[in-house]
Nanobody, 122 residues
Framework: QVQLVESGGGLVQAGGSLRLSCTAS????????MGWFRQAPGKEREFVAV????????THANSVNGRFTISRDNAKNMVYLQMNSLKPEDTAVYYC???????????????WGQGTQVTVDS
């Protein structure tokens, strides 16, 4: 049974930083690209970043490029999202997800975590 569990969310002041973590189990981790998505109240789920299975390549959404960085540690079955220079508009529930390819569409992802809340206070 595949499980993805996010952690590291919380309340932070604008301009601050948070590091999200996602622990995966029940799958051959390096065979999957890992993505981060977010969903704010009343909005659709939005692509944030994706990293290839071996971690050699990543893509970030324009809205977070230069502020957020996705990374992974395949020895620990973990993926991370380092978020710097946070803005109030980054407030959302953040989800990690696993896919066989590096997609920016949520529909291509096979497994999802339960999400972790990030709130950025202005």
């Amino acid at each position: 049974q595949v499980q993805l569990v996010e952690s590291g969310g919380g309340l932070v002041q604008a301009g601050g930083s948070l590091r999200l973590s996602c622990t995966a189990s029940g799958l051959t981790f390096s065979n999957y690209a890992m993505g981060w998505f977010r969903q704010a109240p009343g909005k659709e789920r939005e692509f944030v970043a994706v990293i290839t299975g071996r971690g050699f390549s990543s893509t970030h959404a324009n809205s977070v490029n230069g502020r957020f960085t996705i990374s992974r540690d395949n020895a620990k079955n973990m993926v991370y999202l380092q978020m710097n220079s946070l803005k109030p508009e980054d407030t959302a529930v953040y989800y990690c997800a696993a896919s066989k390819g590096t997609y920016n569409s949520a529909s291509h992802y096979d497994y999802w975590g339960q999400g972790t809340q990030v709130t950025v206070d202005s």
